[in-house]
């Protein structure tokens, strides 16, 4: 049917409109940023790059702007189940996840301003609970009492790597 063009959508997250500035640039250049990050660092990299060949990098970087892109810009890229490969990998302690937002709150800080960098830490940590909790219940452990990683314990374990 012919007629007026479809109206362009605002995506609505927490309330309030998605902001502009956040695109699939900032998306490919976050998600690229981490990762770079994660390949290097001491604790992380050694659990990434035993699981991801280096040839398979790139496409691994895709699916994760795919993953980023459905988050947060309500596209529909990104089809897969991302919690089944974190449960085969029987080394990931919280020691991972909080380093894993550490490095991911760094990325968005240096490279977004405030309020996206808020969207996409925000994001970031309640999908670590989410994983957190999944993989303690694929475990058989009690995960009553965990508690969410916050803004606060970044801060902390940043400083304390300081010391």
């Known amino acids: 049917?012919?007629?007026?063009?479809?109206?362009?959508?605002?995506?609505?997250?927490?309330?309030?409109?998605?902001?502009?500035?956040?695109?699939?640039?900032?998306?490919?250049?976050?998600?690229?940023?981490?990762?770079?990050?994660?390949?290097?660092?001491?604790?992380?990299?050694?659990?990434?790059?035993?699981?991801?060949?280096?040839?398979?990098?790139?496409?691994?970087?895709?699916?994760?702007?795919?993953?980023?892109?459905?988050?947060?810009?309500?596209?529909?890229?990104?089809?897969?189940?991302?919690?089944p490969p974190h449960l085969a990998i029987p080394e990931i302690e919280e020691r991972h996840f909080h380093r894993w937002l550490q490095l991911f709150a760094e990325t968005v800080d240096a490279l977004c301003p405030e309020e996206v960098a808020s969207l996409f830490l925000d994001r970031a940590m309640r999908i670590a609970h989410s994983f957190r909790l999944a993989i303690g219940f694929h475990r058989g452990e009690d995960t009553t009492g965990l508690c969410p990683i916050g803004h606060a314990d970044l801060a902390r374990q940043a400083g304390g790597a300081r010391s």
């Open 1 to 83: 049917m012919k007629g007026r063009p479809a109206p362009e959508r605002t995506v609505i997250i927490d309330g309030k409109p998605l902001p502009e500035v956040l695109d699939e640039a900032m998306i490919v250049a976050v998600v690229h940023g981490f990762y770079d990050r994660i390949r290097e660092d001491a604790l992380l990299g050694p659990v990434f790059n035993s699981r991801i060949a280096a040839d398979d990098w790139p496409r691994h970087l895709q699916r994760m702007c795919d993953f980023w892109s459905a988050t947060l810009l309500r596209t529909a890229r990104y089809q897969g189940r991302p919690l």
